[in-house]
Nanobody
């Protein structure tokens, strides 16, 4: 069994920055894509950004140019660097990863952008 643990959420003012981390633990033989999703109150969970095992990245248009996803494969950890944050970025951010051909979700970390 693999566990994903997110950290780095919090309260930030508009225009500010945060860095989220997600570390996978457990017995891991192989890792594939990792990603970030977010869910705002009353809305569906949306994809934010993803990164493949070879480092290819992609992100949603709403965060392109502001958010950067990266990973440290030696630590089975994925990061989300978030800059120029807006109130509409407020959501619970979830980590997603594929390990040993199975998909896993983290518990989520709250990001609130407010003045």
């Amino acid at each position: 069994q693999v566990q994903l643990a997110e950290s780095g959420g919090g309260l930030v003012r508009p225009g500010g920055s945060l860095r989220l981390s997600c570390a996978a633990s457990g017995r891991i033989l192989s890792s594939d894509a990792m990603a970030w999703y977010r869910q705002a109150p009353g809305k569906e969970r949306d994809w934010v950004a993803s990164i493949t095992s070879d480092g290819t990245t992609n992100s949603a248009d709403s965060v392109k140019g502001r958010f950067t996803i990266s990973r440290d494969s030696t630590k089975n950890t994925v990061y989300l660097e978030m800059n120029s944050l807006k109130p509409e970025d407020t959501a619970v951010y979830y980590c997603y990863g594929v390990f040993d051909y199975r998909a896993y979700w983290g518990q989520g970390t709250q990001v609130t952008v407010s003045s």
